[in-house]
């Protein structure tokens, strides 16, 4: 039985991904900061932990992780601010990475933004902050020899997904619904050869598997 631990789980990936896996048989713990988060993870099926990427330690982050087969990062501070984006998606991606590391948990699987969202639109400082903040946490997950994969997808809607997508590492910028990348997140974990890719993932018209397949295939 595989265990996940996701960053992330009452999220609007998370919580689909969590449902994905428990049907699947995966035995899944997520990870909250705030009580009332605990219920909607619960709702999915999976174990709801307390934990804080701000203020809890490496080593109380690697105490959780333990145990663990997968660690997948999908959490964000969701627009409310330069500080908390540079403490979640910055500091807290690196802190979370560090404590995977100190669990003895290899792979990792990190929910990113294609880098070229929002781009030909009016931007704001705090955007291009956020833009800043997830290349710099990806440039830290792809300097160690964990087995990572990250996700770049495009803009994220919420309509039903059609388990179809484009996937590779340079695509045009489109849209992608939350269903199709949390269909997309849980083949990545049960295809291990999957591994140290940069990924970036659209709506298509291939299947999920078939797309994994050329993944592996091609590169």
């Known amino acids: 039985m595989a265990k996940i631990f996701q960053i992330g789980a009452a999220g609007g990936i998370g919580r689909r991904l969590s449902e994905m896996l428990v049907r699947s048989g995966a035995r899944v713990?997520?990870?909250h900061r705030r009580a009332e988060q605990a219920a909607v993870i619960e709702?999915?099926?999976a174990?709801?932990?307390g934990g804080d990427l701000i203020e809890d330690s490496v080593q109380r982050l690697a105490e959780l992780i333990a145990g663990h087969d997968v660690v997948v990062f999908s959490a964000g501070a969701h627009g409310t601010g330069v500080e908390q984006t540079n403490l979640i998606d910055g500091k807290g991606l690196e802190k979370a990475v560090d404590a995977a590391l100190r669990a003895g948990v290899r792979r990792f699987i990190l929910v990113?933004?294609?880098?070229?969202?929002?781009?030909?639109?009016?931007s704001t400082d705090g955007f291009e902050n956020y833009i800043r903040v997830k290349r710099e946490a990806d440039v830290y997950l792809a300097a160690t020899d964990l087995e990572w994969v990250i996700v770049r997808p495009g803009r994220l809607t919420d309509g039903e997904g059609s388990g179809l997508v484009a996937a590779g590492p340079a695509l045009q910028y489109g849209t992608v619904s939350r269903d199709n990348v949390a269909e997309f997140i849980h083949e990545a974990i049960y295809t291990p050869s999957l591994r140290r890719r940069v990924i970036e993932l659209v709506d298509g018209d291939k299947p999920v598997s078939a797309a994994m397949r050329e993944l592996i295939e091609t590169f």
């Open 47 to 49: 174990a709801a932990v």
């Open 112 to 122: 990113s933004v294609f880098m070229d969202a929002h781009r030909g639109s009016q």
């Open 29 to 31: 713990t997520g990870m």
């Open 43 to 45: 709702g999915t099926g």
